[in-house]
């Protein structure tokens, strides 16, 4: 499966990163670019350094994943994400912030996350996008709205607790699970409903 990853700024390094490690044991080919705000984020949320450069952020990140994730720079146009000529099979925007939905939702954009998710759209392919903030005010919802009556799929970031999250990692992936649902990858993160002991 050929798949889009865009980061942005919103709080959830821990839903990205999970996302990232089970995408690439999938075996799937994962196109990963990261905004500006989206590597701060991750600086400070999964290493404990805010002031982390974005290079080494990155460089730490995608390590140990080879051949399965290339990285593409938010002003990389050239990016196969960029065009819907190119086969790419889903989307995926883990967390996505208000800011890229309210762009998106514009038709709009300013990199190649929000480029790649215009794509989606105009050419009608599965585009999940992963907001996690709240409260939300009426233009928010308004755009969310928008988004998924273009076709777009929103998850928001809301964790399960059925499943008896025993660590922040359980919780993490319940959420994870659903996005995988979405794409149609199979998992084991945790028991469906109605399953014995659910």
């Keep these: 499966m050929k798949l889009f990853l865009g980061i942005t700024g919103a709080s959830g390094a821990a839903y990205a990163a999970r996302l990232l490690e089970l995408l690439g044991a999938s075996g799937s080919d994962v196109g990963l670019c990261v905004s500006e705000a989206g590597s701060q984020v991750l ?22 994943f080879g051949e399965t994730v290339r990285l593409y720079e938010p002003s ?3 990016a196969p994400y960029a065009s819907g000529s190119a086969k790419v099979d889903a989307y995926v925007v883990c967390p996505c912030s208000m800011a890229s939905i309210g762009t998106i939702a514009a038709g709009a954009g300013s990199n190649l996350i929000h480029r790649a998710a215009a794509v989606a759209l105009k050419e009608e392919r599965r585009l999940v996008l992963v907001p996690r903030e709240t409260p939300l005010s009426s233009l928010q919802l308004e755009a ?40 149609g990858l199979e998992h084991d993160l945790g028991r469906r409903w109605g399953e014995a002991g659910s």
């Excluded at 600086?43 to 140990?64: H, I, K, N």
């Design 43 to 64: 600086a400070s949320e999964l290493y404990g350094e805010r002031d982390l450069p974005r290079q080494e952020t990155l460089a730490r990140f995608v390590s140990g």
């Design 144 to 183: 969310l709205l928008k988004l998924r009556r273009a076709g777009a799929t929103i998850l928001f970031a809301a964790p399960a607790f059925y499943q008896e999250a025993r660590t922040v990692g359980d919780l993490v992936d319940t959420v994870v699970a659903r996005v995988l649902d979405q794409l």
């Design 76 to 78: 990389d146009y050239f």
